[in-house]
C-alpha cells in the first residue's frame, strides 16, 4: 500500500529501529531468509502462513566470477 515492492522494502526501512514481524507465504519465506534471519514465532496453520520475527541480515556479498 505504500508503494514498496514486497516485504523486503519495509523491513529494509524499519530494521534496527523497531522490531520486525513478518507474516509471510512459504514461498516468500524462502525469498526473504536469503536476506534476513528469522525466527518462527508462530504457525497459522489455517493459513498455511507463519509469524517471524526478524532478528539479523545475513552477509550477503556479491562473488566475483574470475
Not at 33 to 47: E, M, N, P, S
Amino acid at each position: 500500500p505504500r508503494g514498496w515492492r514486497d516485504l523486503t522494502s519495509a523491513i529494509d526501512l524499519y530494521y534496527g529501529k523497531r522490531p520486525i514481524y513478518a507474516v509471510s507465504w512459504p514461498d516468500e519465506l524462502e525469498r526473504y531468509g536469503k536476506k534476513y534471519q528469522l525466527r518462527k514465532v508462530a504457525q497459522l496453520d489455517w493459513f498455511g502462513m507463519t509469524v517471524n520475527e526478524v532478528v539479523g541480515r545475513r552477509d550477503v556479498q556479491s562473488k566475483a566470477v574470475p
